[in-house]
Nanobody, 124 residues
């Protein structure tokens, strides 16, 4: 089992920044590929970014490229998502997730463990 707890969400104006954190416990953090997803009300969860077990490889959705940075600190069992130049369409619940898959998992079904989510609201 693995427990994931997100934090750092909140209300920010368009153009602003937020840094999300995801603290992991249980299963060894460094054995998991980690990812961020977001979900708009009534919609499916959408891939945002993923990072390899040692943090050497990252991959982003087109909507996140150039504005978001995913990182991890395996010594602290923590995943991060730095979000800059936020847009109103970025308003969503953001989830961190852990995947046992190798490679670059971009689909929700490839992730085994999920956090409870943190709300990000971007005002225009």
């Amino acid at each position: 089992q693995m427990r994931l707890v997100e934090s750092g969400g909140g209300l920010v104006q368009a153009g602003g920044s937020l840094r999300l954190s995801c603290e992991a416990s249980g299963r060894t953090f460094s054995t998991q590929v980690m990812g961020w997803f977001r979900q708009h009300p009534g919609k499916e969860r959408l891939f945002v970014a993923t990072i390899s077990k040692l943090g050497t490889t990252t991959y982003y959705a087109d909507s996140a490229k150039g504005r978001f940075t995913i990182s991890r600190d395996n010594a602290k069992n923590t995943l991060y998502l730095q979000m800059n130049s936020l847009k109103p369409e970025g308003t969503a619940v953001y989830y961190c997730a852990a995947s046992p898959y190798e490679g670059i998992p971009t689909e929700a079904r490839q992730y085994e463990y999920w956090g409870q989510g943190t709300q990000v609201t971007v005002s225009s």
